[in-house]
């Protein structure tokens, strides 16, 4: 298995009144929310059925334990709903058609788009660091590649749910405004 990324702990928020919001919300809403940042219907029904949760910790590791939990048709529905990470403003043309190139050779492979968390990562080393984990997870066989992208999708999820409760608006982080990507 290629690893993709570095470890590293993900800054949580001391927001209570957004956590408190969050508990409160009607079902539809909090579901809504969380399908948002990852589109695991199972997984977002688990999440928003077990609130409150008395701390943006104890939500993140809830996300993380339902992430660790899906069943490959769980990962599977997720998947079918990424999107490929969105380039930086200003790439170029050839930046764009190398980028679709390798992710249809990805999902020519594997079946699904190609995720991949870019949490903490410049923008400016965005496209790079697509470009090189596209290419060298292409290597792995398909399990391994599901493990990958679990992975991958687990820490999305957790991104997400962080950007919301600084106020992001929705979870979804890519700028398409549907579909998250990155």
């Known amino acids: 298995m290629t690893p993709t990324h570095t470890s590293g702990r993900v800054a949580i928020p001391s927001l209570p009144t957004v956590l408190d919001a969050f508990n ?5 809403e ?3 929310l969380l399908l948002d940042c990852l589109r695991s219907l199972r997984w977002a029904d ?3 059925a077990h609130r ?4 943006v910790e104890a939500l993140l590791a809830a996300s ?3 992430a ?5 048709a769980d990962l ?3 998947l079918a709903r990424e999107t490929l990470p969105v380039l930086p403003d200003g790439a170029y043309v050839a930046a764009h058609m190398a980028l679709d190139a390798a992710h249809a050779a990805y999902e020519a492979r594997f079946g699904h788009a190609f995720v991949i968390c870019l949490d903490g990562l410049p923008p400016s080393e965005a496209l790079d660091h697509v470009l090189a984990g596209i290419r060298s997870r292409l290597t792995n066989d398909p399990e391994e590649e599901r493990v990958v992208a679990a992975e991958e999708l687990r820490r999305l999820a957790r991104q997400r749910l962080v950007s919301c409760l600084r106020g992001a608006g929705n979870c979804a982080t890519s700028p398409h405004g549907g579909a998250p990507g990155t």
């Open 68 to 72: 660790y939990d899906l069943t490959p």
């Open 46 to 48: 688990r999440i928003a």
């Open 30 to 32: 909090a579901r809504g």
């Open 52 to 55: 409150p949760y008395p701390t």
């Open 76 to 78: 599977s529905e997720a």
């Open 24 to 28: 409160t919300a009607p079902p539809d």
């Open 64 to 66: 993380d334990e339902a």
